[in-house]
């Protein structure tokens, strides 16, 4: 599996970026995708992820921000982030595995990067 994550760009506090991630056609179904993020000089964390029923998560620094979405037909996931702020700040990485709850995703995109400041 592929996947190319676009959509990063710099913006100011409060405002709002779509990200992207185009995955393979083949392996596009039955797959949980995530987004991850990674700020300089912190871990990679989970931001979202969207089973393949549908199922959402979410942690909680973007709960109400932030959503998961796909469009199946595309083989496209998206993050829609609203009321961004300067902590949002990060490479944000697309991800997929057969299992949501997996330690070690198994496929991942290079990255896009998002920054807010004002």
């Known amino acids: 599996i592929q996947l190319v994550e676009s959509g990063g760009d710099s913006v100011q506090p409060g405002g709002s970026l779509r990200l992207s991630c185009k995955a393979s056609?083949?392996?596009?179904?039955?797959?949980?995708m995530g987004w991850f993020r990674q700020a300089p000089g912190k871990e990679r964390e989970e931001v979202a992820h969207?089973?393949?029923?549908?199922?959402?998560y979410y942690a909680d620094s973007v709960k109400g921000r932030f959503t998961i979405s796909q469009e199946n037909r595309k083989n496209t996931l998206y993050l829609e982030m609203n009321n961004l702020k300067v902590e949002d700040t990060a490479t944000y990485f697309c991800?997929?595995?057969?299992?949501?709850?997996?330690?070690?995703?198994?496929?991942w995109g290079q990255g896009t990067q998002v920054t807010v400041s004002s």
């Open positions: 969207i089973d393949s029923d549908g199922s959402t």
């Open positions: 056609a083949y392996t596009y179904s039955g797959y949980c």
């Open positions: 991800a997929a595995d057969l299992d949501c709850s997996s330690e070690s995703w198994y496929h």
